[in-house]
C-alpha cells in the first residue's frame, strides 16, 4: 500500500490498491461504531472513487484524460436518462466526478460495474453524493444519511470483490484482523 501511494499507479499495484480501498472501507466501520457519521461516509466515498478509478484504468484512463465527443454523447445521453433530463441539459465537465467515472464504465460497457450499477443504484446516486459534496467536512453542514453511505459502501465492496479477484489477493482468517487493526497515519481523520 506504501509502494502505492508513492507510485500513486492504479495500473501497476493492485495489491496496493486493493489494501488501501480495504483500509477505508475498515476505517469507515470503526467511525461508525463511533457514530462519526460524516467520517464514515468521506471513508467509503473515498474507497468507492479509487476503485472506479481503477477500474478506469483498465481502459488505460483516468478521470482527466480528456473524451472523445463520442464518448461525452454516450454519457449525456446515459446521464440524461438516469437523472431524466434532456441532453442538451446534461455537462460532461473536463475531470469527472464520481457519477461522471461511473456513467463512463457503463458507457465503456464494463461488466463489474454493470452488474454493481444496476438501474436502482444509478438512479439514486446522484443523490448520494450530492449529500456528499454538501457534508460538513466538504462544502456545506449537513450529514450524509446512513441509508445513502450504506448504499455506496455496499457498491464499493462489490467492487473490492472483484478487485481482490483480479489481484489474486488471498484472504485468510487473520487478514480482516489486519486491516482492523491498521492505521497508517495518513488515514488519521
Do not use: W
Amino acid at each position: 500500500m506504501k509502494r502505492f501511494l508513492e507510485e500513486k499507479d492504479l495500473s501497476k499495484n493492485k495489491f496496493g490498491v486493493f489494501a488501501l480501498a480495504k483500509t477505508l472501507l475498515k476505517k469507515s466501520e470503526r467511525h461508525e461504531e463511533q457514530g462519526e457519521t460524516v467520517l464514515t461516509a468521506l471513508c467509503v466515498y473515498r474507497a468507492l472513487e479509487l476503485l472506479l478509478q481503477e477500474r478506469l484504468s483498465l481502459y488505460n484512463l483516468t478521470p482527466e484524460t480528456p473524451l472523445t465527443e463520442e464518448q461525452k454523447d454516450a454519457m449525456r445521453r446515459e446521464i440524461a436518462k438516469v437523472v431524466q433530463k434532456p441532453e442538451d441539459q446534461v455537462q460532461i465537465h473536463d475531470k469527472l466526478g464520481l457519477f461522471e467515472l461511473t456513467v463512463l464504465l457503463i458507457v465503456r460497457n464494463d461488466e463489474c460495474v454493470r452488474r454493481v450499477f444496476d438501474q436502482n443504484r444509478l438512479k439514486t446516486l446522484p443523490l448520494a453524493l450530492q449529500s456528499r459534496n454538501s457534508s460538513l467536512l466538504i462544502h456545506g453542514f449537513d450529514f450524509p444519511s446512513e441509508n445513502q453511505t450504506r448504499h455506496i459502501k455496499k457498491c464499493a465492496e462489490e467492487l473490492l470483490k472483484d478487485l481482490r479477484v483480479r489481484a489474486q489477493v488471498e484472504l485468510g482468517s487473520n487478514t480482516d484482523r489486519y486491516f482492523e487493526k491498521l492505521d497508517p497515519s495518513f488515514l488519521k481523520l
